[in-house]
T-cell receptor, first 118, second 111 residues
Framework: GAVVSQHPSRVICKSGTSVKIECRSL??????MFWYRQFPKQSLMLMAT?????????EQGVEKDKFLINHASLTLSTLTVTSAHPEDSSFYIC??????????????FGPGTRLTVL | QKEVEQDPGPLSVPEGAIVSLNCTYS??????FMWYRQYSRKGPELLMY????GNKEDGRFTAQVDKSSKYISLFIRDSQPSDSATYLC???????????FGQGTTLQVKP
């Protein structure tokens, strides 16, 4: 079945540093990937839609200069949290859609990356 | 009003019980409905995917959609301790591929 991986699974960093999280679709090509953030005991909140070869589309309230997204290939999207602060500590999850943009194909989720900013 | 409402629970049942999980949504434009299972500190795993009113069954799981009432349900038969997890409903209009999630219901199945 469709497998999505994320790296790293856990990262601890100091305030002010930048952190890059990778999302890979292992056995399919994904023209569209999504990035979510999940706080403890809360649901997934969509941050942005990442489209291969074009700029990401950010949800309202998400700072695009703080959360940099690069979807350079059909199997890899990266999320960089720039100048991270303790309030950015969260569980970041990506998902990949095997279909074309706007398709109803199901999203497959990665295992998540737990970011802790000290 | 949230686009998707889901009772967060927690819900605790004995092993073997039938579990009913529910979500309501507000926008009739939503046409595709999914249920995901999420274990602690893991990514969500797709359980069921439906797009029409009615029932869809897969093993011990049955997804039910009532578009007229904007109400979706997931039933788990013969619940097992391994079913203990958070269950998230998700909906989409299908136009953008974007999913809107419910808050998630935490289920505990006691042996």
């Amino acid at each position: 079945g469709a497998v999505v991986s994320q790296h790293p699974s856990r990262v601890i960093c100091k305030s002010g540093t930048s952190v890059k999280i990778e999302c890979r679709s292992l056995d399919f090509q994904a023209t569209t990937m999504f990035w979510y953030r999940q706080f403890p005991k809360q649901s997934l909140m969509l941050m942005a839609t990442s489209n291969e070869g074009s700029k990401a589309t950010y949800e309202q309230g998400v700072e695009k200069d703080k959360f940099l997204i690069n979807h350079a290939s059909l199997t890899l999207s990266t999320l960089t949290v720039t100048s991270a602060h303790p309030e950015d500590s969260s569980f970041y999850i990506c998902s990949a859609n095997p279909g074309t943009s706007g398709s109803t194909d199901t999203q497959y989720f990665g295992p998540g990356t737990r970011l802790t900013v000290l | 009003q949230k686009e998707v409402e889901q009772d967060p629970g927690p819900l605790s049942v004995p092993e073997g019980a039938i579990v009913s999980l529910n979500c309501t949504y507000s926008n009739s434009a939503f046409q595709y409905f999914m249920w995901y299972r999420q274990y602690s500190r893991k990514g969500p795993e797709l359980l069921m995917y439906t797009y029409s009113s009615g029932n869809k069954e897969d093993g011990r799981f049955t997804a039910q959609v009532d578009k007229s009432s904007k109400y979706i349900s997931l039933f788990i038969r013969d619940s097992q301790p391994s079913d203990s997890a958070t269950y998230l409903c998700a909906i989409t209009s299908g136009n953008t591929g974007k999913l809107i999630f419910g808050q998630g219901t935490t289920l505990q199945v006691k042996p």
